[in-house]
């Protein structure tokens, strides 16, 4: 499960590259969870408390510099299900679609292991 929330994580960096503003989390974090990569065994506890600190904090600091006008220029980009993105809004409305898709995928699996 911290596979699908991490995998969110990197769809809100995508605002902020797209954007060209520095991301708060690192880049090796993102490039590990990125579209396309495969989990490498299972979590460490480190991995586990990282990732969970993030799932609150990264939305706070994206609504507090979008607040900020931080995000002043955004580069048009079509996501893999062919949605065009042209505003800073924009991503963060695909986001908010992309994050219910992990959601979903997070309740499945719980569902499985019960």
């Not at 006008?69 to 299900?81: L, R």
């Amino acid at each position: 499960m911290v596979e699908y929330c991490a995998r969110g994580g990197y769809a809100a960096s995508a605002i902020y590259k797209l954007s060209g503003v520095p991301m708060r989390v690192s880049d090796e974090l993102v490039e590990k969870f990125r579209k396309g990569s495969v989990p490498d065994g299972n979590a460490t506890d480190e991995e586990i408390d990282l990732i969970s600190g993030f799932l609150f904090s990264t939305v706070e600091w994206m609504q507090e510099d979008y607040d900020n006008d931080v995000f002043k220029s955004f580069a048009t980009y079509t996501t893999s299900v062919n949605i065009t993105l042209s505003t800073v809004e924009d991503a963060i409305a695909f986001n908010v679609y992309h994050e219910g898709l992990h959601m979903g995928a997070i309740l499945a699996l719980l569902k499985v292991q019960l």
